[in-house]
């Protein structure tokens, strides 16, 4: 048994199904996450300021970026906006999709973007934005159309390959590149959120190793192969629960049932 199917095996013999479920098995993990999923494409983001945010709601004596302190401060929001529907178990929608997007970008959209562009947190882009080398991105007024096929590709699928479905669903999403700002970090919740209601661990894809992840993705862009994605979610998912797992020890932290990632 590979490292990653013993994560998976004792991601369900946990059997988070409660609110109160995810916040015991996610306690480290959910500031990593943050932490990572904002540094990725914000270099002004600290593990610091982060942590400050989750642990205590506020920064004292914060001087750095303004957007900066916003988005991570939407990202605890968003946990929170999702813990519930993680526990029901809601499908993939489209206005679940908006409502991620609004809550991660809230305060965050540039002068431009706002007052210029009439582009809001929670819609999609209304004009031709492109990502990645390969400048890809549905066009405005395609991108709606393009989700709602993507959703319905995914959940047929999802059930016998969780975690295939899911580097497709993330891969295409960022394909699309839907919104105006903050497709990425969108794209990694969706990606999270995907697997844990379908009962498979969630992971962290750490700012260190963003040269692969995006290597993986234009990898996608370029061949629609989906193979070196979903063995760098693989490897991404077995470092995410042995990091967490140390800071937990780090801190005095119980282990919480995190030993076996001690790999």
């Known amino acids: 048994m590979s490292q990653y199917d013993v994560a998976v095996q004792q991601w369900q013999e946990w059997n988070v199904k409660t609110t109160e479920d995810l916040d015991l098995r996610l306690d480290s993990f959910r500031i990593l996450f943050a932490f990572n999923s904002g540094k990725i494409e914000n270099p002004d983001v600290t593990y610091h300021d982060t942590r400050e945010i989750f642990e205590n709601g506020k920064v004292v004596g914060y001087t750095g970026s303004t957007r900066a302190l916003f988005e991570q401060q939407n990202?605890?929001?968003?946990?929170?906006?999702?813990?519930?529907?993680?526990?029901?178990?809601?499908?993939?929608?489209?206005?679940?999709?908006?409502?991620?997007?609004?809550?991660?970008?809230?305060?965050?959209?540039?002068?431009?973007?706002?007052?210029?562009?009439?582009?809001?947190?929670?819609?999609?882009?209304?004009?031709?934005?492109?990502?990645?080398?390969?400048?890809?991105?549905?066009?405005?007024?395609?991108?709606?159309?393009?989700?709602?096929?993507?959703i319905e590709e995914v959940n047929?699928?999802?059930?016998?390959?969780?975690?295939?479905?899911?580097a497709y669903l993330h891969a295409r999403f960022e394909n699309i590149h839907p919104f105006a700002d903050g497709n990425g970090r969108v794209g990694r919740t969706l990606l999270n959120y995907w697997l844990m209601i379908n009962d498979y661990p969630p992971m962290i894809i750490y700012d260190?190793?963003?040269?692969?992840?995006?290597?993986?993705?234009?990898?996608?862009?370029?061949?629609?192969?989906?193979?070196?994605?979903?063995?760098?979610?693989?490897?991404?998912?077995?470092?995410?629960?042995?990091?967490?797992?140390?800071?937990s020890q780090d801190e005095g932290h119980e282990r919480k049932g995190l030993g076996f990632f001690m790999l």
Not at 121 to 147: A, I, M
Not at 157 to 163: K, M, N, V
Not at 217 to 236: G, R
């Open 75 to 150: 990202q605890k929001t968003c946990y929170e906006f999702l813990r519930e529907k993680i526990a029901a178990r809601e499908p993939l929608s489209i206005p679940l999709i908006l409502d991620i997007h609004r809550v991660l970008t809230e305060g965050t959209y540039d002068e431009r973007q706002y007052v210029v562009n009439s582009e809001r947190p929670g819609e999609f882009k209304k004009h031709d934005y492109v990502t990645g080398v390969n400048e890809v991105g549905s066009q405005p007024d395609e991108v709606e159309g393009d989700l709602t096929e993507l």
């Open 208 to 247: 260190e190793d963003k040269s692969i992840y995006y290597a993986a993705l234009q990898k996608y862009d370029e061949q629609e192969t989906l193979d070196d994605l979903v063995t760098f979610f693989e490897a991404q998912t077995v470092k995410t629960w042995e990091r967490s797992m140390e800071l």
């Open 156 to 166: 047929s699928i999802g059930a016998q390959a969780p975690l295939k479905a899911g």
